[in-house]
Each structure stands twice: as C-alpha cells, then as structure tokens.
C-alpha cells in the first residue's frame, strides 16, 4: 500500500468517525493509557538461524485517547502512542564472553496514530467495552554493535511507516467525571526496514512489530 493511500484512509476513517460524532447529543472525554507491550511471534524471536533475529523484550506502551459517545452502546475516537522495546543484548553477546570487547544497542520504538470504533454496554457506572482500531505506525529498528578482536558485528538502524491495526477490550469504572478503565488489546504494524548484511549487501527485511498490551488508562469527561 502506498503512503498517499494510507494517508487518504487514515484521514477518510477519522472523518467518517468525527462526522457520525457531531450528529448526536455526546459526551466527550480524554485520557491517558499506561501500561506493558509484551512481544508476540516473529518480533519477540532470538533464533540465530534467523539473518536478522529481532530479539524485542517486553517494553513499554503509552497513548493518548479522545471518545465520544455516539449512542449508548457505540462511540468513537482517536488515539496516538509510543511503544519502546529494550533489543535483548545480552542474548545477542552475553555479557561475559570473552570475545565480546564492548556491546551496544538501541531499542525498537514507534509511534502510531489510529481512528476508534468502541462497542460498548450502556455507560453506567461499571460497563464492558470492545475496540477495533486502524491508522498507521512509525516505527525504527535497533542500532547494535559488538565490537570482538575479529572486528565488529553491526546492525543498522532504519525508520519506516506501516499500516498499523489494533482490536482491544476491557472494562471501565465511573466516578462522576472521571473514568478508570482497564484493557487487554493486541496492537500489529509490520514496517520494511532497509538492511545491510557484513559483505555490504543492503536488502529489506518486513519485521512483523506485533505486541499484547495490558494498560491501565484514566479518562476525564470534558
């Protein structure tokens, strides 16, 4: 898919959303979301058999949320975030091998953007919610280094934009304005990162960034 096609869908679904908002008596809110991003398939995978094995740890996921209430069971919004995954170093050179003179590494970390549909049990003062969410995800691969008395091992770092897509559910608790909310979602981009192999070969590598994310999320109805 294409950049400028992206773009026109990701405008298009927050249109269709705002628009469907503004023609109902609503109720608006904005929150915050905290919480773990644990990697799952081929993004937590530390096979050496693989050119490029991903090596992502649980990291971490933040992401800033506006709602609004179309119908009591139905409403819809947008969120954005940031996701940061430690690369696994010590799996990549353990710390005590000998051969291993200095090692470094950034992380995984992206940033994404998403339109919201929420179905939802009437708003009272305990209710059920399911999401699904589609935008798009910036995302850039570790730099690593291991410096050894045969010369170094590198990889480089790379940024690409990707579709991104996310489905969640939880269940939210309202005090008067504010509303405490937990859920459990799976958030998927998978970017085409450009790679360089050690005979300088450069070549795209598509690393599924695959993540279940537990968050804990406070809300304030304005």
């Known amino acids: 898919m294409s950049y400028p096609s992206l773009r026109f869908l990701i405008v298009l679904a927050l249109l269709v ?25 081929d993004f937590k995978e530390d096979r050496f058999e693989d050119d490029y094995p991903p090596m992502a740890r649980r990291g971490v996921n933040v992401q800033g949320t506006y709602r609004v209430d179309v119908k009591p069971f139905l409403a819809v919004g947008a969120s954005a975030g ?11 050179a353990a710390p005590d091998d000998q051969l ?11 940033t994404h953007a998403l339109a919201d549909l929420y179905l939802q049990s009437p708003p009272n003062t305990l209710f059920g919610f399911v999401k699904g969410s589609l935008g798009a995800a910036y995302s850039r691969s570790p730099e ?5 008395p045969y010369g170094p091992i590198r990889r480089s770092s790379d940024k690409a934009l990707a579709p991104a897509y996310g489905i969640a559910g939880g269940f ?7 509303l405490l909310s937990v ?13 360089t192999n050690a005979q300088g070969v450069r070549s795209t590598l598509k690393q599924p960034m695959h993540t279940v994310n537990s968050m804990l999320g406070l809300s304030y109805i304005l």
Do not use: M, N, Y
């Open 17 to 41: 959303s705002f628009s469907a908002a503004a023609q109902a008596q609503r109720v608006q809110r904005v929150g915050l979301l905290v919480g773990s991003a644990s990697p799952i398939g």
């Open 82 to 92: 940031f996701r940061f995954h430690r690369f696994d170093l010590d799996a990549f």
């Open 100 to 110: 291993a003179l200095r090692r470094e590494a950034t992380g995984w970390k992206s």
């Open 144 to 148: 690593v280094q291991v410096d050894t």
């Open 172 to 178: 939210g608790i309202q005090d008067k304005r504010f």
């Open 183 to 195: 859920e459990i979602g799976l958030l998927a981009t998978q970017p085409s990162f450009k790679v």
